[in-house]
């Protein structure tokens, strides 16, 4: 057999990197289920008509094909791989909401599937980490102000960069550009959102061109797109650009709520962004965007925001706001520039010795011990001489050898060799597992 051929896109991490990944997985769940967010897991496949409500996203889909289907047999090509876990839950929510308690509060942590041109930091397979609250008729507001508190409480927990969540209000933008009098609104939030890709002189003339706006209004549009503050010093700024609509007014005080609590409970950690646009169709208010401090040139690693029209059926509404972590797009940027590392290559914390092959059984007992009181431990895979075993035992990083000749425990890095018993001993906290780091230059 040949060797195979890497497919781009689809990261396949070594074990030391999964295990990083792992313990990411661990505190992100965690904080979640600290803040009251139940788990689910949904379906990896959805009919394409429920994929494309998003908007602007046919080209990203991969459509589901079976290779025996009949003649003329569609029915799998209408079918796609979910590209994100909102749609799904959207859904979910729909289906299942008789016997769901709301507000829903749920998190989502699951692999999804993007058809488009893999980067760094971009990825055809990924894994996306999300929380959502969703509720019936109406949903109050407190819960747009509770996500990027969740957000930075998850990730500054984690050995990375700081992280700066990004904070704008579609009902800014909107009730702006209707007060200068744009018809096409939705047009020009696409065009905003961007500004980052193609600069102001190429936004400027998608408004022209996309949303009918004159010179004139897009040069408005983009002294409210430079707007950026800390604090919610963003409602003056945006006053003296002499522009007035009622919704204009509602999305500055609910973006000026969102930043008085940002920087009452986490100081530093939000910034009114008023370029933040979040060109997909269905937000409606608080949009979210996150750069990870020394990669900002890669874009976001976390985003999200309000929507109240995505799950709806008749009469039956169900508002809700959420936001969603790239794990892998974060992770995959930190591996390339060699930013996390981990103590050890195994989960093992100990090696037993072997010191005859017809004294496995003896080894194995010991090994059973100590798993039994949650201790990593593996036996020796052959019974060479005591120091190819340690040996061994260095090169995978695991820190202790058990001897069960002498009955002692050995730290391999410091060569301090004790008496142990396997029903009692303990080693470190920070021996039990392996730590992950951040690597500074």
């Known amino acids: 057999m040949s060797r195979p051929t890497p497919i781009s896109g689809f990261p396949e991490w070594l074990p030391p990197q999964r295990m990083i990944e792992q313990r990411v997985l661990d505190r992100i769940r965690t904080t979640f289920e600290l803040y009251g967010f139940a788990p689910l897991e949904t379906r990896a496949v959805e009919p394409l008509d429920q994929l494309l409500r998003k908007g602007e996203t046919s080209k990203e889909v991969y459509v589901l094909r079976r290779l025996q289907a009949d003649a003329g047999d569609h029915t799998d090509e209408s079918l796609g791989l979910h590209f994100d876990l909102t749609v799904p839950l959207a859904r979910y929510v729909l289906e299942n909401a008789g016997r769901l308690q709301f507000p829903f509060r749920r998190y989502q942590i699951q692999k999804v599937w993007r058809g488009e041109r893999p980067q760094e930091g971009r990825y055809r397979e990924f894994v996306q980490a999300d929380i959502d609250v969703v509720d019936r008729d109406t949903l109050s507001f407190q819960y747009e ?30 009730g702006f550009y ?26 400027a003339e998608q408004l022209i061109q996309t949303a009918g706006a004159s010179r004139a209004q897009a040069d408005a549009c983009l002294a409210l797109a430079e707007i950026s503050t800390p604090d919610s010093s963003f ?49 409606t208010g608080t949009v979210y965007e996150t750069q990870l401090r020394g990669y900002e040139r890669f874009g976001s690693i976390c ?8 799950a709806a059926a008749g009469r039956d509404r169900f508002p809700g706001v959420g936001i969603s972590i790239g794990v892998t797009r974060l992770l995959g940027l930190l591996f390339n520039a060699g930013a996390l590392s981990v103590s050890r290559s195994v989960p093992t914390c100990v090696l ?7 004294r496995r059984a003896e080894s194995e007992r010991i ?50 060799q004790v008496p142990a018993d396997p029903a009692s001993w303990q080693p470190p906290p920070a021996d039990l597992h392996p730590q992950i780091s951040g690597v500074t230059e």
Request: net charge negative; charged share 25%.
């Open 178 to 203: 209707r007060g200068i009098g744009l018809s096409d609104p939705e047009a020009a939030l696409r065009a905003v959102d961007r500004l980052d890709k193609i600069g102001p002189a190429g936004v």
């Open 303 to 310: 985003s999200g925001g309000r929507y109240d029209n995505l």
């Open 352 to 358: 037993v010795a072997l010191p005859s092959d017809e």
């Open 367 to 416: 090994a059973a011990s100590l798993r039994a009181r949650g201790i990593p431990t593996e036996v020796s895979p052959t019974a060479a001489k005591y120091g190819r075993q340690i040996r061994f035992a260095e090169r995978r990083g695991i820190p202790y050898v058990w001897f069960p000749d002498s009955g002692e425990v050995k730290d391999i890095r410091s060569g301090d």
């Open 145 to 174: 102000v509770e996500m990027p508190l969740v957000i930075g409480d998850a990730l500054g927990g984690l050995p990375i960069p700081p992280v700066r969540i990004q904070v704008n209000n579609r009902k800014v933008c909107e």
């Open 235 to 283: 409602v003056d700024k945006v006053a003296k650009l002499g522009v007035s609509h009622p919704l204009l007014d509602q999305g500055l005080a609910e973006l000026a709520q969102v930043m008085d609590a940002a920087a009452e409970h986490a100081p530093g950690l939000c910034f009114a962004e008023l370029k933040i646009a979040r060109g997909l169709d269905y937000y």
